[in-house]
């Protein structure tokens, strides 16, 4: 290859290249977030119960893991829009195969084709973007990016809980289908016969195996654990023998080789490991917390998708622009300080929201939905400042790489494991309503008294009083989760203080301050 982007876009090809580019990140990040809406929907389109369709964004989420650093190792080996395009184009066909699969399996298999299709253009767009910009103009092209990070994730369960009440659910891929085939399409054409210097890595193929076996045993026995009764399951402990030997076999293969598919040396950095462990399990418990009551306002309390959606309106409002001001804050204070407050915000979110008791009331929900907000949007700043602390610039991208891939993974574990909360939790609330809701209980016979002035029978009576208590379990199983949650932060908000505080230049070259700004933009994809 020759030409080596020495003739940038200009004009209206410059515009349309970064509307394209934009418009490609909001679409992967869209289908992650609109579908959280429509798992109930899901789940009764292929006859499958809620479990079961929960494996498909799980899997989802696995596969987008799984795609980043390939996208990343692409990139370095034959160049950035080849492989965007053609990313495209099979995330196109994978859509076709989600809008009219009839079949779990099938319909599975496709979405984490699409995940691992759209996980792989996240750091090939940024970087395809990026080199069209000259130097002193990077931080506009990284403020265009950065744009279209939080708010296809905040806007899209509303959005997709709208397509699934008044379209149907398979709409959003049909819609993917037109737009990732334009995206794909206008890219190659602006960038036709592009070139770009390769940098011949040999591409870590045992490792990548082993981390998709690895990965793929651990979400498989976590989304059917409950299903199949944990360890009375032989083919459960078939899956953790199978996820433990092959991620021990991982690590030692990555630790061996001279280029690893991720260099898990860094776990030897002090503040990287302190802060990926933060980064993973504080996003575990936020997109696990997420989806659990988006789903659960339908299927408990009889929300539509849409206005279960509209709960995590109110985090849109704060979320991307506290996080513009946290690129400037981290500057001047140490990052410990600042994700320990953070870190205590989540946690007073989430006890907040272990209260709720009211599920007609959406003041409970909208005022902490809006602090949470505040708190996503300083939650990966400061986090990525400490992870990256002490590391040479050379180590940087490979650091960012390595977190973005763990926290996206998390996410998909997060939402299994919120569930198994919810699983073990409600039937305790349930037998402890059992225990008061008896014929020797004064307020029973009240309770039943009024529902057969309304002209139910007895039995009919007995019965509705048995699903309000199903449904009050249900809302403190869910409070349990938030509960835990809350806990959770707090220890997380202590440990960060372990971490060596960082001590940030404030002056800093142009070339630096872009590079930690891209790095912050690769640990928050997603």
């Not at 515009?15 to 418009?23: H, P, T």
């Not at 989420?61 to 160049?79: H, K, Q």
């Not at 789903?295 to 409002?317: E, N, R």
């Amino acid at each position: 290859m020759t030409i080596i982007y020495n003739k940038k876009l200009r004009g209206w090809r410059f515009i349309l290249f970064n509307l394209c580019l934009g418009l490609s990140h909001a679409l992967v990040l869209f289908n992650a977030g609109a579908y959280i809406a429509m798992l109930p929907r899901v789940a009764g389109g292929l006859a499958i119960p809620p479990s079961f369709a929960t494996w498909t964004q799980t899997d989802f989420m696995i596969g987008l893991a799984l795609g980043f650093p390939v996208g990343n190792w692409l990139s370095r080996r034959i160049g950035e829009y080849r492989p965007f395009v053609w990313a495209f184009v099979i995330f196109a066909l994978a859509s076709t195969i989600c809008a009219y699969s009839t079949s779990l399996y099938s319909f599975l298999a496709a979405r984490i084709v699409l995940g691992f299709s759209g996980g792989m253009t996240l750091p090939l767009g940024q970087s395809l973007l990026l080199k069209e910009y000259p130097v002193r103009n990077k931080s506009i092209g990284i403020g265009v990016w950065s744009l279209f990070t939080l708010t296809p994730f905040t806007f899209g369960p509303p959005l997709g809980g709208w397509i699934a009440d008044n379209l149907g659910w398979r709409w959003l891929f049909m819609f993917n289908i037109p737009v990732a085939l334009t995206i794909g399409g206008i890219v190659g054409a602006l960038l036709y016969r592009r070139g770009g210097k390769i940098i011949r890595h040999h591409f870590d193929s045992v490792g990548f195996v082993l981390l998709v076996i690895a990965l793929g045993s651990f979400q498989t026995l976590l989304n059917q654990g409950n299903d199949r009764d944990w360890s009375n399951s032989f083919y459960l402990m078939g899956l953790l023998a199978l996820t433990l030997i092959s991620l021990i076999y991982w690590v030692i293969w990555e630790l061996s080789v001279r280029h690893p598919f991720l260099d898990i040396s860094l776990f030897g950095q002090r503040n990287f490991t302190i802060g990926v462990f933060i980064l993973f399990i504080g996003f575990l418990s936020f997109q696990g917390l997420l989806s659990l009551l988006i789903v659960q306002l339908q299927l408990t309390l009889g929300y539509s998708s849409f206005l279960a959606g509209l709960v995590f309106l109110p985090m849109a409002i704060f979320a991307k622009p506290i996080s513009g001001v946290f690129h400037e804050i981290v500057k001047h204070f140490d990052a410990r300080l600042l994700a320990s407050i953070n870190l205590l915000g989540f946690a007073a979110v989430y006890f907040w929201l272990s209260r709720f008791d009211n599920q007609d009331s959406y003041a409970q929900l909208f005022w902490p939905k809006l602090l949470e907000g505040v708190c996503l949007g300083s939650f990966f700043v400061p986090l990525t400042a400490l992870l990256l602390h002490g590391l040479p610039p050379e180590r940087q991208w490979r650091a960012a790489e390595l977190a973005g891939m763990i926290r996206i993974a998390a996410g998909a574990i997060g939402i299994t494991f919120q569930g198994i909360v919810l699983y073990r939790r409600a039937p305790v609330h349930m037998t402890h309503f059992a225990e008061t809701q008896t014929a020797f209980d004064a307020r029973f016979d009240q309770t039943l008294a009024v529902f057969t002035t309304t002209g139910l029978s007895e039995s009919a009576a007995t019965l509705q009083i048995a699903r309000l208590g199903q449904q009050q379990a249900s809302i403190f199983g869910i409070n349990d989760a938030f509960w835990i949650a809350s806990c959770i932060f707090v220890g997380l908000s202590v440990l960060v203080w372990f971490a060596d505080p960082t001590r940030q230049p404030h002056q800093r070259t142009l070339a630096q301050s872009l590079r930690r700004r891209l790095v912050i933009l690769l640990t928050r994809e997603v």
